[in-house]
């Protein structure tokens, strides 16, 4: 790793100060030192596929040099929508299962949480970030996928082929906590969830239970489709207001996105939305934790920033940009490059330290549930 280090920062620096021939050059004479001396196994094209990666994350550390191999995995599952019903997790370069969903291919095949993913198929996934993961562990029905998993404490993987499946996974879980007060859990932002959340809560609220408070649960959303993210957040705050600001390198992609929520995965929900409206002044607490990322982060730093909600929980993740990848002339291989940037209204950015909680809570006692119950003592009580 040393070697494979030292070889792209000299490359990479020579790129930009020398001709070509004198890269080439250089390129081998390193190639060949690292070959007669380093202590581990040599395969030059991993040392030139990781040199592209180093090119790649030189300019931005959230992007990607795909090789054949991982390009293919990647833009042929991103659609796909037959999975293994496994929750992923990221910490230290390490893919780490968070939970595994009941009667799924996971829990069929025994996996359960910690049990880290080291490969799918031949893909080392050190290379590869958990949104990444996620698409390339996605397939057709009825698939099989092979998957190198190592268990806690365990000194050797296993191997283990698992058929992937169309799950019905709900997406949004609601409920009525303590007898007054109203919650929804968003898993992920699809393109119906304004319309579920509609449908629960306008059946939430025809209950005669009293609504003192919503709790928004957005620990462990991975985002999601971005539309769905500001029309959940255009529920709680005043029309025209602004939610975000995108810029670009490109200036047909800078923008700038106000609560109009038809325009969000809206149109055709008027009734529904106007049903809601006393969201626009219950009193609000969104959950939060270190794997809520993308649109989720959009939820709470835009309601934050607006003093409309209370963030409970643990700092997220801090992505502030849209990446997009790019098959290279070649259809073989790809890179995923940071194309975007997006802040609040008043220019706030949640990298690098994400969005920080109004009150911190340590969420080690997972079955106690602390940052829940610490929402629902927050919340106020109607005499």
């Not at 893909?123 to 268990?151: C, F, Q, W």
């Not at 255009?234 to 025209?240: A, G, T, V």
């Not at 209204?345 to 809570?361: D, L, M, Y």
Request: charged share 25%; hydrophobic share 40%.
């Amino acid at each position: 790793m040393i070697a494979k280090i030292v070889f792209c920062v000299v490359f990479m620096t020579t790129l930009m100060h020398a001709n070509s021939q004198n890269d080439w050059a250089l390129y081998q004479e390193i190639t060949q030192k690292i070959k007669e001396e380093a202590i581990y196994p040599v395969d030059e094209k991993k040392l030139f596929d990781g040199c592209l990666d180093g090119v790649v994350n030189a300019v931005d550390k959230s992007g990607n040099y795909y090789n054949e191999q991982e390009s293919e995995l990647i833009l042929s599952t991103s659609t796909l929508t037959a999975r293994l019903g496994i929750h992923i997790v990221q910490h230290e370069g390490h893919i780490v299962i968070k939970s595994v969903l009941s009667n799924s291919p996971a829990s069929k095949a025994g996996l359960k949480s910690g049990d880290e993913i080291l490969k799918i198929g031949d893909i080392n996934l050190r290379h590869m970030d958990r949104e990444d993961t996620i698409i390339a562990l996605r397939g057709y029905p009825n698939t099989k996928v092979k998957l190198s998993i190592l268990k806690p404490g365990a000194k050797k993987a296993n191997d283990l082929i698992l058929t992937r499946k169309i799950l019905n996974e709900n997406k949004l879980v609601s409920k009525i906590i303590d007898n007054r007060l109203l919650y929804v859990k968003i898993i992920s932002f699809e393109q119906d969830t304004l319309k579920n959340i509609l449908d629960d809560l306008n059946t939430l609220s025809e209950s005669n239970v009293p609504k003192e408070g919503l709790i928004l649960d957005l620990r462990d959303n991975l985002g999601g489709v971005l539309s769905s993210g500001l029309a959940v957040t255009s529920l709680f705050i005043p029309q025209e207001s602004v939610l975000i600001n995108v810029k670009s390198r490109r200036k047909e992609e800078k923008k700038q996105y106000k609560n109009t929520p038809l325009d969000y995965e809206g149109s055709g929900f008027e009734a529904l939305i106007h049903k809601v409206d006393f969201l626009k002044k219950i009193p609000l607490v969104i959950l939060v934790n270190q794997d809520s990322m993308g649109s989720a982060e959009i939820v709470a730093a835009v309601l934050q920033e607006y003093n409309r909600a209370t963030i409970i929980g643990q700092p997220t993740v801090g992505k502030d940009t849209f990446a997009t990848i790019f098959p290279l002339e070649n259809q073989k291989t790809a890179i995923k490059l940071a194309t975007a940037r997006w802040t609040t209204a008043k220019g706030k950015s949640v990298w690098p330290s994400g969005v920080v909680p109004n009150i911190e809570v340590d969420e080690e006692n997972e079955d106690e549930d602390p940052s829940l119950q610490m929402a629902i003592t927050v919340m106020p009580k109607k005499p």
